[in-house]
RNA sequence: GGCGACGUGGCCGAGUGGCUGAGGCAACGGCCUGCAAAGCCGUGUACCCGGGUUCGAUUCCCGGCGUCGCCUCCA
């Protein structure tokens, strides 16, 4: 069984399951306001990962993701731009999912929109103020954190130490909040701004509302695994705990975060800063897979580089593993190494090795080589675990280009004049072929042709 | 000011108290090839600095330096 990192206990630990087979999941989604970043990409690929890994384990995964459309930068962004904000989060919500299929990453199993359960946010928050855990302001309603058992748990920092830091910064809503970590529940809207109506005054739901109401609707009590960045677990997390806490319910039964993608200089890539990149170019510009392959070589909970040598290095890898996928294509099916799947899943289950795990498909790849090259026979084994290993990452192989009829007819014309031990011709078309971009593999089988 | 992470070969990036300098990329030599490509085989004086614990530390402890993150919207 998989055992993970959990943020809670800090500490490596069985992911204990609820219901036996099943496993319930909630991530938090995105913002939509703008363009997804390399960022939200980090965070979707590692948990498509683990999501895929669960599953070839026989589980029966359940993944909610929700998907935040009601905001502040949302509304910043229809009041500058001076237009519906619906529009906004339509339209943004159809580019993340564009990102999504780019990336190759599955849809989650349920994606709860904030929008459809103000409703249930509402009686949330009138059940806190009934309990006397929030308390009402001109701003809004707040959650009195000093009065939630174990605030600060994900924080790693105790509510007196967060009172006596902060550096220079300011506290957002000081003049409202009893405590600086209180946070908004219930935020009253302005004129001009959307708004719900509730028993204390129209306005909206505050951020880390959603998300808790979101996953203990659609999850239950005492669901699995909660995930998301680094980022996420405080004050987001921390805060949604709390008002489950706060409920007398039972959340999360461990949490899970990914590190952080940084630049260059090892700065964190973040919206708030000018280094962001945006997803859709990298999909644009290079293989949409070697965003993954990348991250499959560094543990999820470090900080990873997004450099183009980096992102060079995977596409190349990724070649590799193409020319192996177009090798093997016609090699007879067999049933897969069973001690190679042994060692795929030691290594997953020790938390999430991907590392481990690629270097182990890398080198699966290099023995199946071998003895294809040798004509052994533990060939098609080999063949098959590294297969189910791709797959099972994530990485689709072999998925060349269809190669269009004038390329294809200089390969057939390639093959001809080495029959015909014409070498110049031979070499002349070769050397067009690979200057429109294709890498060009004559074998004693035929002439082949990638990209 | 509080809390935390990290510092490994040309680059990226795992990992371990001695059996690993994993794996990828790059480079070099060889095999294969008409020549290439792909593939295979082989090649690399590393673990920020200073103490300590130990038979033995890159790995554990203490101190220092450096980088980064969280404490505020953020994956």
Avoid at 135 to 154: H, M, N, Q, W
Avoid at 267 to 279: A, D, H, I, Q, T
Wanted: one cysteine or more; hydrophobic letters at 40%; proline letters at 4%.
């Amino acid at each position: 069984m998989l055992r993970l990192y959990d943020t809670a206990t800090r500490e490596v630990r069985e992911l204990a399951l609820r219901e036996p087979g099943k496993v319930s999941i909630y991530l938090c989604g995105p913002t939509v306001y703008g363009p997804p970043h390399l960022g939200h990409g980090r965070a979707t690929l590692e948990y498509d990962i683990l999501r895929r890994y669960l599953e070839w384990t026989g589980l029966e995964v359940r993944l909610v993701s929700n998907i935040t459309d009601i905001e502040d930068k949302i509304i910043e962004r229809a009041q500058r731009e001076d237009r519906p904000w619906q529009d906004i989060t339509t339209k943004c919500e159809r580019v993340w999912f564009q990102a999504m299929d780019g990336i190759n990453v599955e849809r989650p199993t349920d994606i709860p929109h904030a929008t459809d359960y103000v409703e249930e946010m509402v009686e949330m928050i009138g059940q806190l103020k009934d309990l006397g855990r929030a308390y009402d302001t001109e701003d809004g309603i707040y959650l009195s954190v000093e009065t939630v058992e174990g605030y600060g748990l994900l924080a790693q920092q105790s509510l007196d130490d967060m009172r006596a830091g902060g550096g220079d910064r300011s506290v957002v809503g000081a003049e409202f909040k009893r405590h600086p970590a209180d946070f908004v529940l219930w935020k009253y809207s302005k004129p001009d701004e959307p708004a719900w109506p509730s028993p204390w005054g129209d306005g909206r739901p505050g951020w880390h509302s959603e998300c808790v109401v979101m996953s203990l609707d659609l999850l239950g009590e005492g669901f699995d695994l909660h995930c998301g960045g680094q980022d996420l677990r405080f004050p987001h997390h921390e805060n949604e705990r709390a008002q489950a806490v706060a409920l007398g319910k039972r959340f999360a039964n461990h949490w899970m975060h990914n590190g952080f993608v940084v630049d260059a200089e090892g700065e964190k890539m973040s919206k708030s800063l000018g280094n962001v990149s945006n997803l859709l170019d990298l999909i644009d510009l290079y293989d949409p897979r070697a965003y993954r392959m990348v991250l499959l070589q560094s543990h999820y909970r470090s900080p990873v580089k997004i450099t183009q040598d980096n992102i060079d290095a995977a596409v190349k890898a990724l070649a590799g593993l193409d020319a192996f996928a177009a090798r093997t294509a016609s090699v007879a099916t067999a049933a897969p190494a069973a001690d190679v799947l042994d060692a795929f899943r030691t290594a997953m289950d020790d938390d999430l090795d991907t590392p481990r795990a690629t270097a182990l498909l890398f080198d699966t790849v290099r023995q199946a080589n071998a003895a294809l090259d040798a004509g052994d026979d533990r060939a098609g084994g080999l063949v098959a675990a590294a297969n189910e290993i791709a797959t099972t990452l994530g990485l689709e192989l072999g998925a060349a280009d269809d190669v269009p009829d004038d390329a294809a007819a200089k390969a057939a014309a390639l093959d001809a004049a080495r029959r015909a031990k014409d070498y110049a011709t031979a070499d002349a078309l070769r050397a067009e072929l690979q200057a429109d971009g294709w890498t060009v593999e004559t074998t004693a089988a035929g002439t082949t042709l990638r990209r």
